[in-house]
């Protein structure tokens, strides 16, 4: 970002984002008041509920950048059933999204779940079949349960591929493609990622 982007000049905290009050509180509260570029940037493009590409680094800020209008968007809606998928990596990073929404959606009384492999199924498939509304998934995992039939996608409306080339790189893209084709055709897409090679600008498209 340079000294003439529009949103350096516009946007001077999370405040002037239209983000629902109760995740400014908590926000507030972690003393967190001026966003990064990228959540400056995305925000305001996936609270219009419009499909978003984003290369941001690890550190920048990514998860609060669709955490924040994702769940602004799910609070509005009076659905049932896990309404949100991020699909992460890793184990660490599943949890580190998980950490990072999870007081948010407290805050507007939705639930969390996260699922990732080397643990027991059961909690996590009992969290699945209560439709948790925002689930935190790594892609292994979510697919043993798919098989199991521990998954009901039919109100989801927002998927968020997180560390995309990362997910490149460790051979997940199959089975993100797998999962994609199991999901409501008409939904919202978030795709993250560091950097953008060929495999994943086809991903994306």
């Known amino acids: 970002m340079n000294s003439t982007d529009p949103f350096r000049e516009t946007i001077v905290s999370f405040d002037d984002l239209n983000i629902d009050p109760r995740c400014l509180k908590v926000l507030k509260a972690s003393q ?17 509920g419009l499909d978003l590409v984003a290369i941001a ?3 920048t800020g990514k998860t609060l950048a669709f955490g924040l209008p994702a769940l602004t968007r799910l609070a509005r809606e009076n659905v049932r059933g896990t309404r949100m998928l991020v699909l992460a990596p890793t184990r660490e990073l599943a949890q580190q999204v998980h950490d990072v929404l999870d007081p948010h959606a407290r805050a507007l009384g939705l639930r969390t779940a996260c699922v990732y492999g080397g643990v027991g199924m059961e909690r996590q498939a009992q969290a699945l079949r209560n439709g948790t509304p925002i689930i935190v998934a790594t892609p292994g995992r979510l697919i043993d349960h798919m098989q199991r039939g521990n998954v009901n996608f039919r109100n989801m409306s927002i998927l968020v591929l997180d560390e995309a080339d990362r997910m490149l790189d460790m051979g997940f ?3 993100i493609e797998r999962i994609c084709g199991l999901l409501p055709k008409v939904r919202q897409t978030l795709l993250f990622s560091a950097t953008m090679p060929p495999e994943i600008t086809k991903l994306a498209k």
Do not use: C, K, N, Y
């Open 32 to 48: 967190i008041s001026i966003p990064t570029p990228v959540q400056a940037q995305a925000i305001p493009v996936a609270l219009e």
């Open 57 to 59: 680094q690890t550190g």
């Open 173 to 175: 893209i199959p089975d």
